[in-house]
């Protein structure tokens, strides 16, 4: 059975690159679902998706242990983990309710993987020129999303003031921004680290993304001398090693 679908995760075909874009599709799936769900009463119709979403993500799990060569530095990632503690929270919707958010790491790690990476490059033009940037906007996006999921499920049983994941995000921007209206403010020690966690790594991921929309654009193109990946867009040769290297132009007609 495993022999089955390996390829499915690790080959480059049609069929496994459009399996792997069911994934990434069915992650974004998930995510919204978590959104929405948060601003709704429970429900036994949302217990049910749950439940589904809950034995679609271990049943991807449970693949992707089997399949792997290296299982003992699989439990050792963070994703891992990730993973084990969202698939608790869509099955155990009591006892993680809170936990769902943590499904966009998933999503995080599906544009990380090599094959994931090539396959948008070849694919979409516009990721292959944008890619620093979409992948640093992603970056602050799991953030901010992860951060909102940390502080609605810390704070809503408890603050007056965030009672749905509009709450928490609107905290989350204005606390990043270092705006700081002041209407909405964390309790206890806990939310209060929250706080200080948002503004030091969310600036920092902020600042990545300025730094990459208003730098000079670069071409990737691996130098066969020397692997420099990065180059001017109008370069003739590397700037490392001095290789003359051959990047493609659009032309004229």
């Known amino acids: 059975m495993l022999d089955r679908v390996r390829p499915l995760y690790e080959n480059s075909t049609p069929e496994a690159r459009k399996f792997r874009y069911g994934l990434l599709a069915f992650d974004v799936v998930t995510i919204l ?20 979403f ?32 969202a698939i608790v929270s869509f099955l155990a919707p ?13 999503t995080l790690r599906l544009l990380r993987t090599y094959h994931l990476l090539k396959e948008l490059r070849k694919d979409f033009r516009y990721f292959r020129e944008n890619e620093e940037i979409i992948l640093a906007s992603i970056n602050l996006g799991v953030f901010l999303f992860v951060m909102t999921g940390l502080i609605y499920a810390s704070q809503a049983t408890t603050n007056p003031d965030i009672n749905n994941y509009a709450d928490a995000l609107y905290f989350t921007v204005t606390t990043l921004t270092t705006t700081g209206f002041g209407d909405i403010i964390l309790s206890g020690t806990w939310g209060r680290m929250l706080a200080v966690a948002v503004m030091i790594f969310g600036v920092t991921l902020f600042l990545r993304l300025l730094q990459v929309l208003f730098r000079p654009a670069k071409v990737r193109k691996e130098c066969e001398e020397c692997g420099l990946v990065l180059h001017d867009a109008d370069a003739v040769h590397c700037k490392h090693c001095g290789e003359t290297i051959h990047i493609e132009t659009e032309g004229h007609i």
């Not at 992707?64 to 994703?79: A, H, M, P, S």
């Not at 009591?94 to 966009?104: D, S």
């Open 33 to 52: 679902f978590v959104i929405v769900t948060s601003f709704l009463p429970p429900s036994r119709t949302i217990e049910i998706l749950d439940a589904v």
């Open 54 to 85: 809950g034995v679609v993500i271990l049943a991807d799990f449970a693949v992707r242990v089997g399949i792997e060569r290296r299982r003992k530095l699989l439990f050792l990632r963070f994703t891992t983990w990730a993973d084990i503690v």
């Open 94 to 106: 009591i006892a993680g309710e809170g936990l769902g958010f943590l499904r966009i790491l998933r």
